[in-house]
């Protein structure tokens, strides 16, 4: 069974502080996305990565950079949090290119519980 | 890139009852249309998805069209159940890359 995790369920930041959000999958898989849910918004993709060392801007990366040293870990960075910032993230990961006669679902991007960010 | 809006934003059916949401999308190039479904306070969780080769899936009381020369395509749920409520969101994309839909928030009526 696959299994994304986030580092917190609920965080609490000022103003101006450094935040670290971090995400790890047990899947071995490829690709990794950040993406930030806010309500009547949907899904906005913030940056992913198709490998260690990879990363691509998705639609929102404006105050938000990544990391990813190793396959199974991709951290979401918030330089300079700032009140806007306010949202819940959510971590998926998916693998890069499965194929299709093992998986029932082979593009399914499997997502984390969310990190309900306040920033104060 | 790829831009995907989603019909209604609220649904409301009666238990039984047959519910459609309606997805359109912008790029041609995308091939890969999931729909996943999000129960208060859970995780987005996949429950169908078609490929641009494919114009209809379906699993038990659920199923998805595909329309490409429109670039639209719909979830349809049948016999609907009080556990259907949530927030159903549509995507397209790639194999590794999806843009989401606002979402449509599907209230069953017992």
């Known amino acids: 069974d696959v299994k994304v995790t986030q580092s917190s369920r609920y965080l609490v930041k000022r103003t101006g502080e450094k935040v670290f959000l971090e995400c790890v999958q047990d899947?071995?898989?490829?690709?990794m996305f950040w993406y930030r849910q806010d309500p009547g918004l949907g899904l906005r993709l913030i940056y992913f990565?198709?490998?260690?060392?990879?990363?691509e801007k998705g639609d929102i990366p404006e105050g938000y950079s990544v990391s990813r040293e190793k396959k199974e870990r991709f951290s979401l960075i918030l330089e300079s949090a700032s009140t806007n910032q306010t949202s819940m993230y959510l971590c998926?990961?998916?693998?890069?290119?499965?194929?299709?006669?093992?998986?029932?679902?082979?593009?399914?991007?499997?997502f984390g519980p969310g990190t309900r960010l306040t920033v104060t | 890139g790829e831009n995907v809006e989603q019909h209604p934003s609220t649904l409301s059916v009666q238990e039984g009852d047959s519910a459609v949401i309606k997805c359109t999308y912008s790029?041609?190039?995308?091939?890969?249309f999931p729909w996943y479904k999000q129960e208060l306070g859970k995780r987005p969780q996949l429950i169908i998805d078609i490929r641009s080769n494919v114009g209809e899936k379906k699993d038990q009381r659920i199923a998805v069209t595909l329309n490409k020369t429109a670039k639209h395509f719909s979830l349809h749920i049948t016999e609907t159940q009080p556990e259907d409520s949530a927030v159903y969101f549509c995507?397209?994309?790639?194999?590794?890359?999806?843009?989401f839909g606002k979402g449509n928030q599907v209230v069953v009526i017992p």
């Open positions: 990565s198709y490998d260690v060392k990879m990363k």
């Open positions: 995507a397209a994309g790639g194999n590794n890359r999806l843009a």
């Open positions: 998926a990961s998916s693998l890069e290119a499965p194929g299709t006669s093992y998986f029932l679902h082979p593009y399914e991007q499997y």
């Open positions: 899947m071995d898989h490829e690709n």
């Open positions: 790029d041609s190039a995308s091939n890969y």
